[in-house]
């Protein structure tokens, strides 16, 4: 009771001499005797006393000032009179008795408890720290390397393994490491951030497990040494494979004791929770590492992840210690750790998921009796904790664990590779035991969903008749975080989920969970209008309860537009739901003005709608009274005059809507009534690009790049009048974005003006895939050519100086808006020869553009020089400039290994060879930059007129890395391999004649082709393409090439054999197999060739030779002339 009359200062100034007492004792006497040990360990105990009650005290939200003897110097000064008797009696026991061992491991373990309470106080943010954390670091002035080798390399590990090494009981072992656990637990974890998620506006806001300076130290794979002459060398860190070892010792210990005593005995329980909580800290920090940039791999000499820590195995005794009945009030740490797992080694606890999420109790037992049922440990405890909430048994720890347990589960769900378990291509080495494995997993996961039912229909009855939760809640904190992990998992289970084929049978639960989200969401909206006093208290529980579940909704809808303004339908239950009675009143109460009147509400209401409008835009124009009140509810947030927020809201559902309606016309069920849209919400967009704020323009600016060809069909023409000369066009509005690229005042205005005229361009001007339409969704053209040049002309004058601009986000939309205007005119250009001389002029800023220091500028600049290229090489412009310029064919070739190094890039980092450390942004756009590469590449080369003017050697490298990216399919992302399949197979036919006279990129190109034959049978997207190619290859080889394509055998494998066998069944041609066998006679060949080779071929030759004679097939029409060039546009 001394702390209720005893100051801080006070208290810290008697640990302080305490402390200094034993440094005393120590020094005086060496090496200490048994008198002073017990003197020691009684001054030891006292302090520890002492520190806990002061860290109980001082609670970090308080405002306290730092005690004055608790300075960090002094605290780490306390620290350093600990850790030098530590490591003096630890080095010194190595020849004693097993008695003496005893004594110093003892002596030692009540050393570790005072050690663990100065590092615990040493991470108080006291309250005359500027810093707004709650926590700090612990002890600042030695630094994370410093503490690590202080505290755990010579202290902690060598007192662990002499604990080890020593024969006393497990039991006894766990108590004494007890301290020392909780010291590197200390340094591991990251008390600043609060490790549950938060769902705000219906948005996730996932908070990933934070990595410590101090864990950095401790388990980064690697250590640097800079040496004398200022290199750095890199060394494997060993502490990270002892402390794993040490922590793992420490939990089975404390699992032997938990299985031997079932959480009997009070004093082991609190050391088998520190080492539960020690090993939750070093997989965290595990998993940080593992997603940032300190990678843990073979080659930095570390071993594998899943052979650092058995999670396997860990699993199973979590299993086990949860089954324990009174292991009830510390589940919600082995939860925890058993979430961390599923994280960290999702391959490890997915082939364990039937112990968490498989019932497995006889079939007569199963039902709601969940007293006899053994099986489906996870779901049975959630409906243990829904049964006491409807008994009202708040306090229940079951009901108090519940978000420990939902957060288990949705991270073993999100762990298991469900669309290759349930589907009907599942492999059978994950067929782990009897039965039908599909219809296992399928079955425990509809058990699961009609748990999340259940708790989702309590929660819902909770919020509505008992919204205070005064009983047992405290804050609302169990309540809150039991509907966050619900709500996660409720998304999961409409998204991760497969639900074509046999697994259609998810689609009616998950689309019930979505219902009972949405009940919940559109109950809260409704609740927070109650005006009463009892109900305010509880408006903010209320209005949590919304935003929570809001969250469902959004997963289940999903983005509704991918990046590249292409369709992504909803989830099945959602549409399910959307197409169901039971979503009409959240459409209702969605669509209501009434739902945005505070500003909090109306950006979470917003949030939802746009969802809906972009997903599902027939849900807003299947009924005329949905839409009227839609427009109205826009109508009324841009009429805000009084907020610009507002105003900003209610130009985003519009943007939404209408990028919802343009990237899903062809997957629409109701067909929507185009004219209403510049009726309804173009008079909103223009006024807004008149207001005062530029956010506002900038989104205005935004929606009209949105709008359809049918739209601006509507707006540009003029009253009577029926054709789209230029002189006949009411230009107002695109004037209005076309002066806004140039807006001296804002680059967001200039950057969203410049692709909204992009957009604009390519929706009116470009000629739409007839092939690929149905008759009733083909676009007309009613946009005159002369109509397409004036605009033209008009964006190439804007342009001009957009391009040069010194924002990086306008010099990338500004050549976006060229690469629509030059791919849009291409297409007209090769019906009607049309001549735009000021498209040519922005070659060569676009071509500087590709050494652009921003990424999204190189990016646009790749896509935008292949459509620019055509009206610079194409025969129709440049025939009659190529004998004035000879500086041309330089440029060309220069544009060719600019190209080809971008692939390449891609390609050396894909397989390690990059001599450049990327990060994942870096990497990414690399990729991005490969693809777009490959597609201008194919663009480039299909000019026969330039490539007959470069080196041979520029075509040969070019091509080269085209078909590096099929050799590396496996590899690199799939879009770069189908982009290379596509500009080799759209190659004229002269090129590869060309190339099979000067060059051997036939023989690799036809290696390449044969290998991933080999490789993917009829498992690829692009094999068609590939089989295709290599046809062509074949009927432009000459005899040399396929010597080439022999010898290149061991750099590019292929199986000769299976190469013969596709030849044969695709019925080549004869004169193939006599290049062929000229080729095998030649001596080159034959040295690194088996004799049944050359044998095999020339029996296949003779007998055609001898069957009649069949007509030479000429090439695919594509190619029927040699002299022809295919200038086909490409279509990215």
């Known amino acids: 009771s001394i702390h209720t009359f005893l100051s801080p200062d006070l208290v810290s ?25 017990d003197i020691i360990v009684n001054m030891s105990n006292l302090s520890s006393v002492c520190l806990g009650i002061f860290a109980s005290r001082q609670q970090p939200y308080r405002k306290t000032e730092r005690p004055r003897y608790f300075t960090d110097l002094r605290l780490c000064e306390c620290v350093t009179i600990l850790l030098d008797i530590i490591r003096t009696d630890v080095d010194s026991c190595t020849n004693d008795t097993t008695t003496q061992q005893m004594e110093v491991i003892g002596f030692n373990a009540s050393l570790f408890v005072c050690l663990a309470k100065i590092m615990a106080v040493s991470t108080i943010n006291w309250g005359n720290n500027k810093s707004t954390q709650k926590w700090r670091s612990p002890l600042n002035p030695w630094g994370p390397e410093k503490t690590a080798t202080f505290i755990v390399k010579q202290s902690v590990l060598p007192f662990v393994k002499s604990v080890g090494d020593s024969t006393v009981s497990t039991a006894l072992k766990l108590t004494y490491c007890q301290a020392a656990m909780e010291c590197v637990c200390v340094l591991l974890n990251d008390h600043q951030v609060d490790l549950f998620p938060e769902i705000k506006g219906g948005k996730l806001v996932r908070r990933n497990h934070p990595l410590s300076k101090h864990a950095a130290a401790i388990l980064a794979p690697l250590v640097v040494d800079v040496l004398p002459d200022g290199k750095e060398k890199h060394s494997r860190n060993p502490l990270r494979s002892e402390v794993i070892a040490a922590i793992s010792v420490s939990w089975n210990w404390s699992c032997q004791v938990a299985f031997d005593d079932g959480f009997s005995n009070e004093t082991t329980n609190g050391q088998i929770v520190t080492s539960c909580r020690s090993m939750t800290a070093v997989v965290n920090a595990l998993y940080a590492l593992k997603k940032g940039k300190y990678k843990c791999t073979e080659q930095n000499g570390c071993s594998p992840p899943s052979q650092e820590l058995h999670a396997s195995e860990i699993s199973k005794q979590i299993h086990m210690i949860l089954q324990i009945e009174r292991s009830s009030p510390f589940r919600s740490y082995f939860l925890e750790l058993l979430t961390s797992l599923s994280l960290m080694y999702p391959s490890a606890l997915a082939r364990h998921w039937h112990l968490f999420l498989e ?42 664990n519940m978000p420990h347990a939902l957060g288990a589960i949705s991270a073993l769900i999100s762990s298991m590779p469900l669309t290759l378990w349930i589907s009907s291509e599942g492999r059978t080495s994950y067929r782990l035991s009897a039965g039908n494995f599909p219809s296992r997993v399928r079955q425990a996961l509809m058990n699961t969903m009609s748990a999340i039912l259940k708790v989702m229909s309590s929660l819902r009855t909770i919020v509505e008749t008992e919204p205070i939760l005064s009983r047992g809640f405290g804050s609302n904190a169990y309540f809150e975080h039991t509907m966050i992990q619900c709500s996660i998992l409720a998304g999961q289970f409409c998204t991760i989920l497969p639900f074509a084929g046999d697994n259609d049978v998810l689609i009616e639960p998950a689309s019930k969970i979505v219902s009972l989200a949405a009940d919940i969401y559109t109950l809260g909206l409704k609740m927070i209008g109650i005006d009463t006093v009892s109900f305010a208290a509880s408006s903010q529980l209320i209005g949590k309860a919304s935003s929570i579940f809001g969250h469902v909704i959004l997963e289940s809808l999903g983005s509704g537009v991918t990046d590249t303004g292409k369709a992504v339908a909803v989830s099945p239950p959602a549409r399910q739901w959307l197409c169901d009675v039971s979503s009409y009143d959240f459409i209702g109460v969605a669509l209501s003005k009434k739902t945005y009147r505070s500003p909090n509400q109306s950006k979470a209401g917003v949030d939802i709608l746009a969802h809906v409008a972009r997903s599902a835009p027939w849900v807003i124009t299947r009924e005329p009274f949905n839409l009227a009140t839609f427009r109205d509810t826009c109508s009324h947030l841009c009429g805000n005059v009084n907020d610009a927020k507002t105003r900003i809201l209610g130009l985003k559902l519009v943007e939404s809507f209408l990028l919802g309606r343009k990237a899903s016309q062809s997957l629409c069920i109701f067909q929507i009534d185009f004219p209403v849209v510049p009726e309804y919400f173009c ?216 190209l080809s190094s971008k692939v390449e890039l891609a390609l050396c980092d894909a397989i390690g ?220």
């Open 13 to 37: 100034e008697i640990i302080y001499v305490i402390l200094r007492g034993i440094k005393a004792i120590g020094n005086k006497s060496r090496p200490l005797q048994k008198e002073c040990k």
């Open 359 to 400: 019932d497995t109790s006889p079939r007569h037992l199963r039902g709601d009796n969940l007293a006899v049922r053994k099986g489906s440990f996870l779901v049975s405890f959630v409906e243990r904790g829904i049964c006491d909430s409807n008994n009202g048994k708040y306090d229940d720890e079951c009901w108090i």
């Open 683 to 898: 008079p909103l967009l223009q006024s807004a690009l008149k207001d005062e704020i530029p956010a506002v323009r900038i989104s205005a600016i935004s929606s009209f790049g949105a709008l359809l060809q049918t739209d601006w069909r509507s707006m540009l023409l003029t009253p009577h009048e029926s054709t789209f000369e230029p002189d006949m066009v009411d230009w107002t509005c695109i004037n209005s974005i076309l002066q806004a690229t140039s807006d001296g005042s804002n680059s967001g205005i200039r950057s969203a003006a410049c692709k909204a005229i992009g957009n604009i361009y390519s929706e009116c001007i470009d000629t739409p895939d007839i092939e690929n339409s149905s008759s009733t969704q083909k676009k007309t053209i009613p946009f005159c050519d002369a109509f397409a040049i004036h605009f033209a002309n008009n964006v190439c004058n804007k342009m001009e100086m957009a391009i040069a601009d010194a924002n990086a986000s306008v010099r990338s939309m500004a050549i976006f808006a060229m690469g629509n205007v030059a791919s849009a005119m291409r297409g007209r250009s090769e019906n009607s020869e049309i001549y735009i001389p000021t498209i040519k002029k922005f070659f060569d800023p676009v071509n500087a553009c590709l050494d652009d220091r921003d990424e999204k500028v190189v990016g646009n600049a790749i896509i935008t020089i292949g459509h620019i290229a055509y009206f610079v090489y194409s025969p129709m412009y440049l025939s009659s400039v190529l004998g004035e310029n000879a500086g041309i064919p330089n440029v060309f070739s220069l544009l060719l290994s600019k």
């Open 913 to 1132: 060879e990059s001599s450049r450390d990327f990060s994942w942004k870096q990497r990414n756009s690399a990729k991005k930059h490969a693809w777009g590469a490959c597609m201008s590449i194919g663009t480039l080369l299909s000019f026969s007129n330039m490539t007959k003017l470069i080196q041979y050697s520029v075509i040969e490298t070019t091509l080269n890395q085209l078909f590096r990216c099929i050799q590396l399919h496996n590899i690199v992302h799939e879009k770069i391999s189908a982009s290379s399949a596509a500009s080799l197979l759209k190659l004229p036919c002269s090129l590869w004649l060309h190339c099979s006279s000067n060059c051997g990129a036939i023989g690799r190109g036809l290696a390449t082709c044969f290998g991933f034959i080999n490789q993917r049978a009829d498992k690829s997207s692009i094999l068609s393409e590939i089989k295709s190619l290599t046809k062509v290859m074949l009927s432009a080889a000459n005899s040399e090439d396929f010597c080439i394509m022999f010898l290149n055998q061991d750099d590019i494998p292929f199986d000769i054999e299976q190469m013969y066998q596709w030849l044969v069944s695709n019925d080549m041609d004869v004169y193939i197999f006599d290049k062929i066998s000229l080729a095998l006679e030649h001596k080159r060949v034959r040295s690194v060739l088996d004799v049944s080779v050359a044998q095999m071929f020339l029996t296949r030759t003779r007998h055609e030779h001898k069957s009649p004679c069949k007509s030479a097939e000429s090439l695919p029409r594509k190619y029927s002339n040699g002299d022809e060039s295919d200038d086909d546009g490409d279509e990215l």
